[in-house]
């Protein structure tokens, strides 16, 4: 019992020492890592990985945007933001040229713009970066200034060039009237001035008032300069496929002509209250979308297309209406046409139109189209023959009203007339079927009632 006790009493006095120096080194541990953890506490300039995390996910690389299955590049135009400037979401930031249409590019989170990764005029694949944004809300007096404006102060400064240079040449130009004078004042010599060559120098300052011409402005003399533009890729793409359509159709052209007296009559009868009713002007091109619908109807072989060795027959009538843009000539469809109305197809029409000047048209608004209409007459064009929009098997054109004297019931008479053309691919669509397909054009707009009446 004893050397038991003193063995216990032993050993607990090891632990207790043993407790004591775990005690002290712990203190020591302790007042030497305070001061470096509250440094570490406050110090603003430390960046912990979780801080790190943090940054990088407010922080957002926008990607070049997909333009369509079979586009894969395109041009950067124009940025309509600068690096530093705030953006909200769905903000248009950048344009993108691309060989069918132009593409907006939008934010697609608010924020400020930390980074442009392309230049304007360079080219920008699908996926590739295109800028990056520093996600955040707006600030309240952050207005986000646009690139357009500046543009307008570099306008004023050519004036001022072209006003200013304007004095100094004048001077010189008048100056060498004073000896005219000189000579007017001593008319006295007449014989002298018959029989000696006085009268030639009295002739030469005449040649003074033609040498001023120089001075009216804008006259530049032997000016022979050129200058050099680069092809846009929307110009490039339709010299690409008018070529590509005159190297695969047999096209041929067939003329018509129709008295427009009764459609005009129409329209200018309705009209007011078409617009009043609908909100859009009652034009040609709705009855004209009409007559060809009941003509393609009439004629399939025109709504359809060749593909390889077969004939692709289309039930429905899909017409691509070409309207002309600052860019080049662009055919957004109106869809379904055999179902609309000629008020729906207007308004279809004004639509797209305003779109396509505004260089608003989408993807979806130029693919497909089973037949087309040209309108050149809005232009003033007499006469011409279409090229056809591959691969569609036709194209209509239509051409200016003129008054001409024709023979209508044995006597001559005044009417405004119109002359149609189809263009056409021989390969599948006849003389016959060509002639009937104007025919049928003819009859409805010459009657428009048919239209009314499917007839």
């Known amino acids: 019992m004893i050397s038991l006790s003193t063995s216990s009493r032993a050993l607990t006095a090891r632990l207790a020492v043993a407790a004591t120096c775990n005690s002290l080194h712990a203190r020591t541990f302790l007042s030497v890592a305070r001061p470096a953890i ?3 506490t406050f110090r603003s300039d430390i960046v912990t990985p979780s801080m790190f995390q943090m940054r990088l996910m407010s922080d957002k690389t926008v990607k070049t945007p997909s333009m369509g299955d079979s586009i894969t590049e395109g041009t950067l135009t124009q940025w309509h933001k600068k690096v530093g400037d705030y953006v909200s979401r769905d903000e248009q930031v950048a344009t993108i040229e691309t060989d069918k249409i132009d593409i907006q590019v939008n934010s697609p989170d608010s924020g400020k713009i930390t980074e442009l990764c392309s230049n304007e005029g360079d ?8 800028f990056k944004l520093e996600l955040g809300e707006v600030p309240a007096g952050a207005a986000a200034p646009s690139t357009p404006e500046p543009p307008k102060a570099p306008a004023a400064a050519p004036k001022a060039a072209v006003s200013a240079p304007a004095p100094p040449p004048k001077a010189p130009a008048f100056s060498p009237a004073t000896p005219p004078k000189a000579a007017v004042n001593t008319p006295a010599p007449s014989k002298a001035a018959v029989n000696t060559p006085a009268p030639s120098k009295a002739a030469s300052p005449a040649a003074a008032p033609i040498a001023a011409t120089d001075d009216f402005p804008g ?3 032997g000016v022979r300069t050129e200058r050099r533009v680069k092809v846009n890729r929307m110009r490039s793409r339709i010299a690409e496929r008018l070529k590509e359509s005159q190297n695969t159709a047999a096209s041929l052209t067939q003329f018509n002509e129709i008295d ?8 200018s009868k309705y009209k007011d209250q078409v617009l009043e009713k609908h909100g859009v002007k009652f034009g040609f091109m709705g009855a004209f979308v009409k007559a060809c619908v009941q003509a393609l109807q009439a004629v399939p072989a025109v709504n359809a297309r060749m593909e390889n060795d077969e004939i692709v027959y289309n039930d429905f009538v899909d017409v691509s209406i070409a309207v002309a843009t600052p860019k080049g000539l662009v055919t957004p469809v109106v869809r379904n046409c055999e179902s609309l109305s000629m008020v729906q197809v ?6 797209l139109g305003k779109k396509a000047r505004d260089g608003l048209l989408s993807l979806e608004d130029m693919v497909g189209g089973t037949f087309t209409i040209s309108n050149g007459g809005v232009f003033g064009s007499m006469m011409g023959t279409p090229i056809i929009n591959q691969p569609q098997s036709a194209i209509f054109g239509m051409h200016a009203v003129k008054d001409r004297a024709v023979v209508v019931n044995g006597q001559v008479v005044v009417r405004p007339m119109m002359y149609i053309a189809l263009t056409y691919d021989h390969r599948l669509i006849d003389g016959r079927e060509a002639t009937t397909f104007l025919v049928k054009v003819k009859e409805a707009i010459e009657d428009p009632r048919r239209l009314l009446l499917d007839v």
């Not at 080219?123 to 295109?130: D, E, I, K, P, R």
């Not at 427009?260 to 329209?267: D, H, T, V």
Request: negative net charge.
């Open 219 to 221: 006259y530049a003399p």
């Open 260 to 267: 427009m007296s009764s459609l005009m009559e129409l329209r």
């Open 123 to 130: 080219t920008v694949a699908v996926g590739g970066n295109l």
């Open 346 to 351: 207007e308004q279809s029409i004004a639509g």
């Open 38 to 40: 509250a440094a570490t």
